[in-house]
């Protein structure tokens, strides 16, 4: 049986999926080219969250931090998880451009270099270059890629932004037993073919309108090597930005060449590197990010606040907005758990 499910958007339009009794919403939509934001498919992260608007549908699994009782009553769904069981009609609050689209892209690309950065980092270049157009993709958004030499797939976010000559660059944490990790560490060799699936993730560069603060922990700092690197070439915008980059240790740092260089390139950029547990001799920042957020902002400021790293990060930072009654920002997050 072959149900008919309405996507309507925040724009006013609404696009069309034939979904198959008891198929997973996200499954059919992808299919149909209606690219929902999506992040973990696991019903943890909320991304790809709508609204029930008419029709029937169970959901597998929601985590209730992604929606609340409440959220459910109120027929909040996600795409991931639900099953419809009649025709449909979902709204999402974000505009149909950002998924009127094919799904993800799969592609192939060769293993070019790989170059450890920090004692805990390594960063792995891609050569995309014999697809037959640009891979175009968000700054901010990532990819896909399975390991070679197993079924094994893992995400990383883009380290630049997209580019004619599809060179493509990603920041690897190295874990002491990771899949990928003992790949770059012991096997890897130039020319190697990666499989990628791409773009993927509502995390991503939004239009330059207020200050920008972002929080990187950790190769959370790839998605943000993205956002910088598009900043510095679309020119000037007026507005401040400050990036707050915590590990910790100091042999954890990495990329501080190409950071340094956004001063000159982003008007109104600034650093702050922040180390949790640092030697002796360091003299910048000690602890975590949100014990120095406050250095830039007032609570009725308003503002962009992206956040991407660890779980814990994420939360902390989520949590401060709250303590200090943050009113005016615009909170973006991506939460990677290192495997």
Known sequence: MTHKVAFSFADGKTLFCPVQNDEILLDAA?????????????????????RCESGRYTQDYVDDEALSPADLAQGRMLTCQTRVHSDARFYFDFDSSVCHAAGPECITATVREVVQVSDSTALLWLDASQLPRQLDFLPGQYARMRVPGTDTWRAYSFANRPGASNQLQFLVRLLPDGVMSRYLRERWQPGDILELEAPLGSFYLRQLERPVVMAAGGTG?????????????????????????GVNQEADLCELERLASYHQRIPGFTLHTVVNQPGEAWSGKRGYIPEHLDVPLEPEQNFDLYVCGPPPMVDAIKQWATDHCVTGARIFAEKFIGS
Do not use: N, W
């Not at 992808?30 to 709508?50: F, H, Y």
């Open 221 to 245: 700092l790839s998605a943000f090597l993205g956002m910088l690197d598009e900043m510095a070439e679309s020119g000037p915008h007026g507005q401040p930005v400050t990036l707050f980059y």
């Open 30 to 50: 992808l299919r149909a080219g209606i690219k929902i934001p999506l992040d973990c498919r696991e019903g943890v992260c909320g991304t790809c969250q709508g």
